[in-house]
């Protein structure tokens, strides 16, 4: 064997070994992805030169392969590439501070199409972190050249000499540490693939099996997608989970290069929203399953890929700067985002209704974090709501179930739709419920501004407050259905937004459109001196004995006064707040307020034949009447009543409401 040279690397510092194998990446399983990295990168360059000519022949197909050999203890990745003569050996490998890719983007910088994913160089250094000796086998795509292998034990001494090669390319052959040993696991190396590279344009063998899935989704044209692609491509991202509502493909090139597809998915009350589900890739090289500094907070629920060149990454790959360039991004795919919802806004308001419920949460917490992103959708912000216009029968149509495709063209930057849905097809997809309408929150107050102007009404737990929302219903007062999770934040947020619009829960007060002012004007009992309604204030006063329940009595307005409730509890809205708030603060659930109103309504049929229970004569040697009594435990059951349309009762409140409820059924059944 013919020693061509031996020598020391050039490096910057003679620690830089120590740093490597410590420090260079997190975690050590990266290597493997700067390897192969560096296949790809001289696969590409391999064509780019054939482009130019300077190859003689048909290049074979291109791959690259990776070998194990347990005995050995050796890890090998091979490539058909552009292969290194010993001088680009000693320059590229040698030293450090060189970048094989720079030079060779200046030369063929013209291909602007053919984009190196990475520098050879220090990604291949990453291979000492796993390794205790690297060796190197390559010739060159020049004609005449002479292969040469390289190796080094991990110190700044290596050793270049002939090599047998006789295929175009580079092996890179790892011998790995002892405490290494994983990597020469073929599941192992699989799933790395899978991880770092499945989506690398070249195919990546290991035992004459390709373990990558080589198709890039997000590079293709749209055009030649159909929406079983998409659908595939997130199933295979997001296993397990539902398909989403709709999706994004995203293409530009000025002022930046970025390719992706972004997936609105079916949310879960629980979901994390500041933990990030979008997959970064870099030229089709995985870098993180987290990217907070590209995508804006408010859509980190989104799905999908987002790959760039023009993505800054430290040596890691792994962690991106702030720059100037990821924020314009990042206000690159809000505004995308946001024009095209209101796209689907103005253009199928059915199936934006749709994908309400889900997209919703996107737009709200957008509005909270984002100034522009606000002003951009703050007029297709849609509430659910009880109004029913009456030029139409109240059913809204039947919508498509099927997601549809937007993508970004090419042209003008401007949104198409790729792939329709038609109702026809899908006739039993409405999935919300027949009867609901929607509406922004200016088509409710200019609605509603004759009635009770800047004044919202709304609901948020729609079973347990059924009860008031068909109240106000039969009045002619509209409510809104504010039941996202989200809610309780924004509707603080809207008050900020609108200073003028004061909203009201459902149950946190009356107005006087709901009391029947005419029946509160009562004649005074001489024998008293107190009106029906006071007499029923003591009543019920007396009955519960609780202090901290302000009990008033007033007339429900209603053409039925039987379909009214009997009593209701009410929870101002600003001690509700208060006291929700503390609760999140403390990080403990809001408890029921011991301090509430109980509102009786003296126009119910129960209320005003109570009155009259209360009123028998007949006294008992106890002191009370039996129907004094009756009336006593009636009260209790009314209380009751109310408050279950409100909380649950603990385990001793239903044991106690159970056992007055039998009271007062076996007192009613007495003869």
């Not at 890179?172 to 770092?196: G, H």
């Not at 590209?294 to 040596?315: H, Q, T």
């Not at 109240?394 to 792939?419: H, I, M, N």
Request: charged fraction near 25%; charge should be negative.
């Amino acid at each position: 064997m013919t020693i061509l040279e031996q020598g020391n690397i050039t490096i910057h510092t003679e620690n830089i070994f120590p740093i490597i194998k410590k420090s260079l990446y997190t975690d050590h399983e990266i290597f493997l992805r700067e390897l192969i990295s560096n296949s790809v990168d001289a696969i590409q360059k391999l064509k780019m030169v054939s482009y130019a000519g300077e190859v003689d022949g048909e290049l074979e197909e291109p791959e690259i392969v990776i070998t194990i050999d347990k005995d050995n203890k050796t890890l090998s990745i091979s490539d058909n590439g552009i292969g290194m003569t010993a001088d680009e050996v000693k320059k590229y490998i040698n030293q450090v501070a060189f970048s094989s890719a720079e030079e060779f983007i200046q030369k063929y910088q013209k291909d602007a199409d053919q984009q190196i994913i990475g520098h050879f160089g220090l990604g291949f250094y990453s291979s000492f972190m796993v390794a205790k000796k690297v060796e190197i086998d390559t010739l060159s795509y020049r004609a005449g050249s002479q292969a040469v292998h390289w190796s080094c034990d991990g110190s700044p001494a290596f050793e270049l000499t002939d090599s047998t090669r006789t295929q175009r390319g580079t092996t890179v052959t790892l011998t790995l540490q002892d405490e290494e040993q994983e990597y020469i696991e073929s599941m192992r190396i699989k799933q790395l693939v899978k991880a770092y590279c499945d989506f690398m344009p070249v195919s990546i063998k290991l035992d004459g099996e390709q373990i990558n899935k080589q198709r890039a989704l997000w590079k293709e044209s749209p055009q030649n997608l159909t929406t079983e692609d998409y659908l595939e491509f997130y199933r295979y991202l997001y296993p397990f989970q539902e398909d989403p509502l709709l999706w994004v493909h995203l293409n530009t090139d000025y002022p930046f290069l970025l390719n992706g597809i972004l997936y609105f998915p079916k949310l879960k009350p629980d979901v994390d929203v500041t933990k990030g589900n979008i997959k970064l890739f870099c030229n089709q090289v995985f870098v993180s399953d987290h990217c907070e500094e590209v995508i804006p907070k408010f859509l980190m629920p989104l799905r999908g890929v987002i790959d760039s060149p023009d993505i800054p990454l430290n040596v890691s790959r792994s962690a991106l700067t702030n720059d100037r360039t990821v924020r314009r991004i990042a206000d690159f795919i809000a505004k995308k985002v946001g024009d095209r919802l209101k796209s689907l806004y103005n253009e199928g308001r059915d199936e934006y209704i749709r994908c309400w419920q889900d997209v919703g949460t996107f737009v709200k917490f957008g509005s909270l974090n984002d100034d522009k992103f606000k002003k951009q959708v703050e007029d297709i912000i849609i509430y659910r709501t009880t109004y029913q216009p009456e030029s139409t029968t109240g059913e809204t149509p039947a919508v498509a179930e099927t997601p549809t495709v937007e993508v970004q063209s090419q042209e003008g930057d401007a949104w198409q739709e790729v792939t329709s849905t038609s109702t026809e097809d899908n006739p039993k997809s409405n999935i919300q419920n027949s009867t609901s309408n929607y509406t922004t929150l200016k088509e409710y107050l200019e609605r509603n501004k004759e009635h009770h102007e800047n004044r919202v009404f709304y609901c948020n737990d729609e079973a347990s407050q059924a009860t008031y929302v068909e109240l106000h219903k039969n009045q002619g007062l509209e409510v809104l259905f504010m039941d996202s999770f989200i809610d309780p934040h924004f509707i603080s947020f809207l008050e900020r937004e609108y200073s003028d619009v004061k909203f009201s829960r459902v149950d946190s007060d009356l107005d006087q459109t709901l009391i029947d002012q005419d029946k509160e004007k009562e004649i005074v009992d001489p024998k008293t001196n107190k009106t029906r309604s006071e007499v029923i204030k003591d009543l019920f006063e007396k009955a519960l004995n609780k202090p901290k329940v302000n009990i008033k009595t007033q007339a429900l307005k209603s053409d039925d006064a039987q379909g009214t409730p009997p009593a209701m509890v009410l929870l101002p809205e600003a001690m509700r707040r208060l006291r929700e708030m503390t609760a999140l603060l403390q990080q403990q659930n809001a408890e029921f307020p011991e301090e509430h109103v109980l509102i009786v309504n003296t126009a119910h049929p129960l209320i005003e034949n109570l009155y009259d229970l209360s009123q028998g004569s007949i006294v008992q040697s106890s002191g009370q009447s039996p129907s004094a009594e009756l009336a006593n435990l009636i009260c209790q059951h009314v209380y009751d009543l109310a408050l279950m349309a409100q909380k649950g009762f603990d385990a001793e409140g239903m044991k106690a409401f159970v056992e007055r409820s039998n009271q007062v059924l076996t007192r009613l059944t007495q003869r």
